[in-house]
């Protein structure tokens, strides 16, 4: 899929409203976990990503970055060590690398389905091959999937940080930074630490470094119809498809109507077709699954203004203040201009 890029890391951004990061002692910790990764490609060149030590001579990264290696280099300041296994989660896009005398110590593991929309989180890895970089931005959504939530953060990336860590206020690992939707200002996207309990706790999937079998997509990578309804909304939200997203999330309402997200598109999809009063109840059965969506507060303020209730608006605007969101000063805006 062109509009979805695997990802890497860029130069630090800072979101008006975001915590500011660890203190630098924090940050030289959490590096000491986080390495570089160096892949000699079976068809000739390099490939360069990012790692995080989970485990005692393990560490984590992408299944893009290493699926078609013959050999395979974890690499920090001076020291460069090879990996002599991976064990490998194609679909979730997750390779574990045994790297036999690795010194690093193992991060904490935390749990994305923990996560709230507007948390702060951390994002660390290398830009490009360079050296390592630290984003700090806020959770966007949570999209459950397979036992975890994809977490959609603001984050920004670029190439080199795919297989880098996206840690919460404890730094503890919550999700693997993997890929971002091209065109979307807050599209950048982690796989959840969750997935990688089977790699761990099963010494049995390890193969000796080589290329992976031809033909296995991770779920980012496959054609559009088969990908999961988060990613192809966002493909119908980025392009403003709004009759197209409106059956896609009326439907995943249906299929799946605890999931909060399905109601935030619906409600959204009605809301750009002017169809307020549905838009209204959607948005309302969003909040009622996920009270402190900050996203969800500041869609049905704007469809309380729309509809003249300047008086509900508000209300929306002092909830997303008390969430302590950015954007309360945009619906504030909103209103003013109604």
């Given at each position: 899929?062109?509009?979805?890029?695997?990802?890497?890391?860029?130069?630090?951004?800072?979101?008006?409203?975001?915590?500011?990061?660890?203190d630098r002692a924090e940050l030289l910790r959490l590096a000491g976990s986080v390495w570089k990764i160096?892949?000699?490609?079976?068809?000739?060149?390099?490939?360069?990503?990012?790692?995080?030590?989970?485990?005692?001579?393990?560490?984590?990264?992408?299944?893009?970055?290493?699926?078609?290696?013959?050999?395979?280099h974890v690499v920090r300041g001076g020291l460069r060590q090879r990996a002599d296994a991976q064990a490998a989660d194609p679909e979730h896009d997750l390779c574990l690398l045994r790297v036999p005398g690795l010194a690093a110590t193992?991060?904490?593991?935390?749990?994305?389905?923990?996560?709230?929309?507007?948390?702060?989180?951390?994002?660390?890895g290398y830009t490009g091959g360079m050296e390592l970089q630290h984003s700090v931005g806020r959770v966007v959504a949570l999209?459950?999937?397979?036992?975890?939530?994809?977490?959609?953060?603001?984050?920004?990336?670029?190439?080199?940080?795919?297989?880098?860590?996206?840690?919460?206020?404890?730094?503890?690992?919550?999700?693997?930074?993997?890929?971002?939707?091209?065109?979307?200002?807050?599209?950048?996207?982690?796989?959840p630490v969750e997935w990688l309990a089977p790699l761990l706790t099963d010494d049995s999937r390890f193969r000796t470094v080589g290329p992976l079998p031809?033909?296995?997509?991770?779920?980012?990578?496959?054609?559009?119809?088969?990908?999961?309804?988060?990613?192809?909304?966002?493909?119908?939200?980025?392009?403003?498809?709004?009759?197209?997203?409106?059956?896609?999330?009326?439907?995943?309402?249906?299929?799946?109507?605890?999931?909060?997200?399905?109601?935030?598109?619906?409600?959204l999809a009605l809301d750009h077709l002017r169809r307020w009063p549905e838009s209204q109840r959607a948005l309302e059965q969003a909040l009622l699954l996920q009270p402190g969506s900050p996203q969800t507060w500041f869609r049905l303020g704007l469809v309380h203004a729309e509809q003249g209730r300047l008086d509900l608006a508000r209300q929306?605007?002092?909830?997303?203040?008390?969430l302590g969101s950015e954007l309360a000063g945009e619906l504030g805006r909103a209103i003013d201009t109604d």
């Open positions: 899929m062109r509009h979805l890029l695997a990802l890497g890391l860029s130069l630090l951004t800072l979101l008006p409203s975001a915590r500011a990061a660890p160096e892949v000699q490609r079976a068809q000739g060149g390099y490939a360069l990503g990012s790692a995080v030590a989970v485990a005692p001579e393990r560490v984590l990264t992408n299944c893009h970055v290493t699926r078609d290696a013959l050999a395979v193992p991060v904490a593991l935390g749990h994305s389905g923990a996560l709230q929309p507007g948390q702060a989180v951390l994002a660390l999209h459950r999937l397979d036992q975890g939530a994809v977490v959609q953060s603001s984050n920004a990336f670029t190439s080199g940080a795919s297989g880098g860590g996206l840690f919460d206020q404890q730094s503890r690992l919550v999700g693997i930074l993997t890929f971002r939707l091209r065109g979307g200002g807050a599209h950048y996207f982690s796989a031809a033909g296995q997509q991770a779920f980012w990578e496959l054609p559009a119809p088969a990908q999961p309804n988060f990613l192809r909304a966002a493909v119908l939200e980025r392009e403003r498809r709004w009759d197209e997203l409106e059956g896609l999330a009326f439907n995943w309402t249906r299929s799946d109507g605890e999931d909060p997200q399905s109601w935030y598109l619906h409600g929306a605007r002092g909830r997303l203040e008390g």
